[in-house]
């Protein structure tokens, strides 16, 4: 009874207040400011404009508001969390567009890669072999892979799967590896390294030393690689190779609505359980479902426009000003030189949380994922230093020169080298330079009296250093990355460091 009169009394002293503070107040037996923490003004402005409401109900117009912010942060949040995804099938794309269609298809660089052709931050000095496996036409397939080979497979997800050659499981003696697919059942037959495969869809990515000269690497590959689905072992088909050197083609994402459509096709294409819930309901959130259609209204398709050029732009910021630890190699100075992996994790998972800045810093300027590319071994296997910015951080500039400048005895086992990229396209900058790249493997490049060396980056060559000049362009930024082959332990104990690209006046 005592119970009963009390929530009487409570209920006769709500009823009061609220008419006394009429609409907009919030009404509980709180303080008030706890009352305003907890509710919303009739009128509140934020970073999406004016938004107005009668006591904490939205009317139409600001319901459309919150919709459209809600959709396009989703979207923005999709671009950034599926780049490795719209990366790989970006690849696969530009590669089919030149015939290679099919997973017996290999496109090759026989004459290395040139600028002509946009790949993420590829470089001038390794004969590449790529190749795009559709195990859901060709169920399990066989790869006949040559000695000698470095390389793996990544899945649709630009995720890493398994290495290859040198660093896999035939220890650079090359041989016969079976590929299987997500649903696959059968007997695994022996007499061959099994390689299971998450998705339909797999980037193979091969790299061929070309220490004793081009042609023969070329003809390593050419003459031993077979690809080949298990079904026509008995009678396989020839396997075709797509020399790409100097093709101009892309295979770099877009900034606009097709970025989403392509991403659906391949979310089509795939098993559902390629991804999890939590990325799986992010796509369905702007309507790319398993199974459905995917047919964005006027609205959905201005509002992805929008958050692909809100991506592109994030992904960006975090490339050039990144706030992440592990991503800088000299934190105790203000060097620009920085990781492509942060922390040099190449799954970007850490203490069980996945870093989303790391992931689209390394996908949105870099191609192929393998543990490999950031562990360093002295002597061995390569490793790498970017420069976004200068030595004062800002852009650089192509009508402008620079000087990097490398101490005597620089820590490698093989050769050292310097290339210039595009900013918009992060591929190989197109000048009059056929390989925009100098290093210490470059004809005539010159030594300093000390044994130190000094790369030159502007529109004109200084008088006497055109051998250790790479052009720029006067209207145009560029970045830079310095590759270390076979890096001794002056490098990766950081005892031995490039000095900062300096701005010359």
């Not at 600001?62 to 490795?84: F, S």
């Not at 799967?161 to 499981?169: A, R, S, W």
């Amino acid at each position: 009874m005592k119970s009963s009169f009390n929530q009487g009394l409570r209920t006769c002293a709500i009823f009061g207040a609220m008419a006394l503070a009429g609409s907009g107040s919030a009404l509980a037996q709180v303080s008030q400011e706890t009352l305003r923490a907890i509710g919303i003004p009739d009128a509140v402005e934020t970073p999406i404009g004016n938004l107005e409401f009668f006591d904490g109900v939205p009317n139409n117009a600001t319901i459309d508001k919150l919709y459209d912010n809600l959709d396009r942060m989703r979207a923005v949040e999709v671009y950034l969390n599926n780049q490795g995804a719209a990366s790989l099938n970006a690849m696969w794309k530009g590669n089919a567009g030149i015939g290679a269609d099919a997973s017996n298809k290999v496109t090759i660089t026989e004459q290395l890669l040139k600028p002509e052709s946009l790949y993420l931050t590829g470089n001038t000095s390794t004969l590449y072999a790529l190749t795009y496996l559709d195990l859901k036409t060709d169920g399990p397939l066989v790869v006949e892979l040559p000695p000698g080979m470095l390389g793996f497979l990544d899945d649709a997800w630009f995720r890493f799967v398994e290495n290859l050659g040198v660093i896999g499981p035939d220890r650079g003696k090359g041989g016969k590896y079976l590929l299987l697919p997500p649903d696959y059942s059968g007997a695994e037959p022996e007499g061959f390294f099994i390689v299971k495969l998450p998705t339909y869809n797999n980037l193979m990515f091969l790299r061929g030393s070309i220490a004793k000269g081009l042609k023969p690497a070329v003809e390593n590959i050419k003459s031993k690689l077979r690809i080949y689905p298990l079904a026509k072992a008995d009678d396989p088909p020839a396997t075709e190779f797509i020399n790409f050197s100097g093709t101009s083609y892309s295979t770099i994402v877009s900034r606009d609505i097709s970025f989403f459509e392509d991403l659906n096709e391949l979310v089509q294409a795939e098993p559902i359980d390629a991804i999890g819930p939590e990325m799986r309901g992010q796509l369905a959130a702007i309507g790319i479902v398993k199974g459905k259609p995917f047919e964005p209204d006027d609205r959905m398709k201005k509002l992805l426009n929008e958050a692909a050029t809100l991506g592109n732009a994030t992904a960006r910021a975090i490339t050039y000003q990144p706030r992440i630890d592990g991503v800088f190699i000299y934190p105790d100075t203000n060097s620009a030189w920085t990781s492509a992996y942060a922390n040099k994790n190449t799954s970007f998972e850490a203490d069980g949380a996945m870093g989303l800045d790391a992931r689209p810093l390394f996908y949105f300027n870099a191609t192929g994922v393998t543990p490999a590319m950031a562990t360093s071994h002295a002597g061995a296997g390569s490793d790498y230093a970017l420069a976004y910015l200068d030595a004062d951080k800002n852009a650089f500039d192509g009508a402008k020169t620079y000087k990097l400048h490398l101490p005597p005895s620089v820590p490698i086992n093989n050769f050292w080298a310097v290339t210039i990229y595009d900013t918009q396209t992060r591929s190989l900058l197109q000048t009059s330079q056929t390989f925009p790249t100098v290093g210490s493997q470059s004809e005539g490049f010159q030594k300093n009296e000390d044994g130190s060396y000094d790369v030159y980056f502007g529109p004109k060559a200084p008088v006497g250093k055109e051998s250790n000049w790479l052009e720029t362009i006067p209207g145009k930024s560029w970045f830079t990355i310095l590759r270390m082959y076979g890096p001794l332990e002056a490098w990766i104990e950081k005892t031995w460091r490039p000095g900062e690209i300096e701005l010359v006046e």
